[in-house]
């Protein structure tokens, strides 16, 4: 049970991810609102069943659960941890420069105006967390539980992934003229604090990872 909920946990972090959600706004702000936001939402589940399941078959190996490869694994959790760790650095540096929402509106909107159903695919795609689904994949393939673990961890992960921009879409689908005001207002804060709340997120998942990994190797 633990294993599941520090899978729930990767997941609940991924979809706080302030990039993504500023996107999502913009794209309930285009001409084809709605079916921009649903084909982004199934491009987003895609990538996130390809990434995950992909992770753990290479990791789950057979020759990575024993020994060496055990280790490999502890590594590259060590390596991932680090990764962010070090990207939390960066973007908690530049928490304090200015900036307003204008600027990144003015940017995507221009792009994504006219955006069709298929881009809007390829938009939700890239924005999927690829660095949180693949490390929830590999603390699963560390622990090695039984199948219906995996399923049901995996089923957490992709569900909290999800929740923010899916809650979204439908407070959007049900009220969108309220949602447009309070979504925009959203939009700027995330955008303020996007540096800080990327530094916070990605310092938690960055440090688990590397204490996990770190425990997996000394008790390999």
Excluded at 61 to 85: D, K, N, R
Excluded at 129 to 143: G, N
Excluded at 166 to 179: H, K, T
């Amino acid at each position: 049970m633990s294993l599941v909920i520090t899978t729930a946990l990767l997941g609940l972090l991924a979809s706080v991810s302030p990039s993504t959600i500023v996107v999502f706004i913009l794209l309930l702000a285009t001409a084809r609102a709605r079916v921009n936001a649903a084909t982004f939402l199934i491009g987003w589940s895609v990538s996130l069943i390809i990434v995950f399941a992909v992770s753990y078959a290479v990791g789950g190996v057979h020759a990575t659960q024993h020994g060496s490869g055990s280790t490999l694994v502890g590594v590259i959790e060590i390596l991932l941890g680090v990764a962010l760790a070090f990207l939390a650095g960066r973007q908690w540096r530049h928490r304090d420069r200015p900036r307003t929402s204008s600027g990144v509106t003015k940017k995507f909107t221009g792009r994504l105006k006219q955006l069709n159903p298929w881009e809007a695919a390829i938009v939700g795609v890239l924005e999927q967390p690829w660095t949180l689904t693949a490390a929830a994949a590999v603390v699963l393939v560390h622990h090695h539980p039984a199948f219906p673990v995996v399923v049901f961890a995996f089923l957490a992960f992709a569900l909290l992934s999800t929740a923010t921009v899916g809650l979204i879409f439908l407070y959007f689908a049900r009220r969108p003229g309220q949602a447009e005001a309070h979504l925009s207002d959203l939009r700027d804060r995330l955008v303020r604090a996007g540096p800080a709340i990327f530094a916070i997120v990605s310092v938690a998942v960055g440090v688990f990872l590397i204490i996990d990994g770190v425990t997996g190797i000394v008790g390999s």
